[in-house]
Nanobody, 112 residues
Framework: QVQLVESGGGSVQVGGSLRLSCLAS?????MGWFRQAPGKQRELIAA???????NVVHLLRDRFTISRDNAKNTVYLQMNSLNSEDTAIYYC?????????WGQGTQVTVSS
């Protein structure tokens, strides 16, 4: 079974940028990035098809970009102009969240 490992999170100041990576142990299908803020449910924020067709939720579209490298079985999330509301644990999985076991996620903390 394919395993997913998220990385690239960290602590940044407001306005900073991070690039998250999701490394899969095997070939992956359409993928998504999710996030779970403290006290909230996990939500899908971006998705990308196997051929690179990408979509980011409207409110994040001008700051976040999803991409993938199929040769490396890796999906990325570029996050710019971060603010405190972006503080969350970020996960990757298929867009319905059911294809693969959930990884541990990567923590993103944005502070002023």
């Amino acid at each position: 079974q394919v395993q997913l490992v998220e990385s690239g999170g960290g602590s940044v100041q407001v306005g900073g940028s991070l690039r998250l990576s999701c490394l899969a142990s095997g070939k992956i299908t359409a993928m998504g990035w999710f996030r779970q803020a403290p006290g909230k449910q996990r939500e899908l924020i971006a998705a990308i098809s196997t051929d690179g067709g990408a979509n980011v939720v409207h409110l994040l579209r001008d700051r976040f970009t999803i991409s993938r490298d199929n040769a490396k079985n890796t999906v990325y999330l570029q996050m710019n102009s971060l603010n405190s509301e972006d503080t969350a644990i970020y996960y990757c999985n298929s867009p319905d969240g059911r294809m693969y076991p959930w990884g541990q996620g990567t923590q993103v903390t944005v502070s002023s």
